[in-house]
């Protein structure tokens, strides 16, 4: 014999909160690659700067 539920419970699932280290890895991330970015285009600059004087 098997019984069926007379009303479908609805169980909220727990929201997850912000993973802070996850959004601590993404901004070094992020300001390091700006950075680096940064670098190579002032370094191209100054290349072509002193090649084209």
Request: hydrophobic letters at 55%.
């Given at each position: 014999m098997t ?33 680096w970015i ?16």
């Amino acid at each position: 014999m098997t019984h069926k539920a007379a009303a479908d419970v609805v169980v909220p699932t727990p929201r997850q909160r912000p993973d802070l280290l996850g959004i601590t890895y993404l901004g070094t991330i992020t300001i390091v690659m700006l950075a680096w970015i940064g670098g190579l285009v002032w370094a191209s600059i100054a290349f072509f700067n002193w090649l084209v004087s």
